[in-house]
Structures are given as structure tokens and as C-alpha cells.
């Protein structure tokens, strides 16, 4: 276990502890993010499209936003470099943001 309030300041550490310390925590950011996306994405499927579940600590949120993203490949074969910026196909991106609640905010 890492304990995040103890760690070293990185310039006090010799080159190889501050080798092992970055594969120690990306190793355990990787292990924490794929926790924290299980759970959220048990709070997009309760929440649907868009919407907000509240704790007593924190808010979350879902919202859904359309992306647009340029063909590049299609544009550059087919129309050259002056087309690409002219066509473009569109994306459904979906947003969750956790963020402290108003009323712990103020506390």
C-alpha cells in the first residue's frame, strides 16, 4: 500500500528509488483507475444520459456532449490538405466529473 501523505519529495531521492517509486505508483494509479472507472461506470448506468447522484461529500455528474472529429485519412486521399479542415464526421462523448458538494465546500 502507498501511503500518498508520506512520500518523499522527489528530489531527495536517489535514481533508482526514484525509479522504483514511479513504477510503484503507476503501477498502483493503474490499479486505482481501474477501480474508479468500474465505479464510474456503475454511475453512468444508474444515472443514463445525463444527471447527478449526491453524497455527502461529493457530487457526480453525467452529461453527454457531441464531438466532432476530421476524417483525415478520407479528406487527404480524396480532396488534398486544402479539404481537411472542411470536412468532418461527428461523435457522441460521454462526461462524468466528480467534484466536492456545495455544502462541503463551505464547511
Known sequence: ??????????SDLTTAELA??????????KQVDGIAKSYKDVAKAIIGGSGT?????????????????INTDLLKSTY????????????VRVVLSAKP???????
Open 80 to 91: 488534398g490538405e486544402d479539404w481537411y479542415f472542411k470536412h468532418s464526421k461527428q461523435g
Open 20 to 29: 522504483d517509486f514511479i513504477g510503484r505508483l503507476d503501477a498502483f494509479s
Open 101 to 107: 458538494a456545495k455544502a462541503s465546500a463551505t464547511a
Open 53 to 69: 447522484i449526491s453524497g455527502n461529500t461529493y457530487d457526480v455528474t453525467v452529461r453527454t456532449d457531441v464531438t466532432w472529429t
Open 1 to 10: 500500500m502507498i501511503d500518498l501523505n508520506n512520500l518523499p519529495l522527489a
